[in-house]
């Protein structure tokens, strides 16, 4: 799926793509809806670097054996390990 927002929508809220797609993946990850490695993922981020700006932001990591898995799955399939 495709999602268009128009750049008139990123300009008024003052933020790049980059910028707007970080901001979803940590929405997402703090309401549960994915795991670490997606929302890197989402986020076009490195796992390490998404664990990172979680940590300026105070933001915990919530971490459970699900989601372990599922990031080993998400590492493997892109090539991390």
């Known amino acids: 799926m495709s999602l268009l927002i128009s750049d008139e929508i990123l300009n008024s809220v003052g933020l790049s793509d980059q910028e707007l ?31 990172e700006l979680l940590a300026t932001q105070n933001i915990p990591i919530h971490y459970n054996i699900e989601e372990f898995d599922q990031d080993v799955k998400t590492l493997k399939e892109t090539g991390w390990l």
């Open 21 to 51: 797609l970080v901001e979803i993946a940590i929405m997402l990850f703090q309401k549960e809806r994915v795991s670490l490695g997606k929302a890197s993922k989402i986020a076009k981020m490195n796992y390490v670097e998404f664990q």
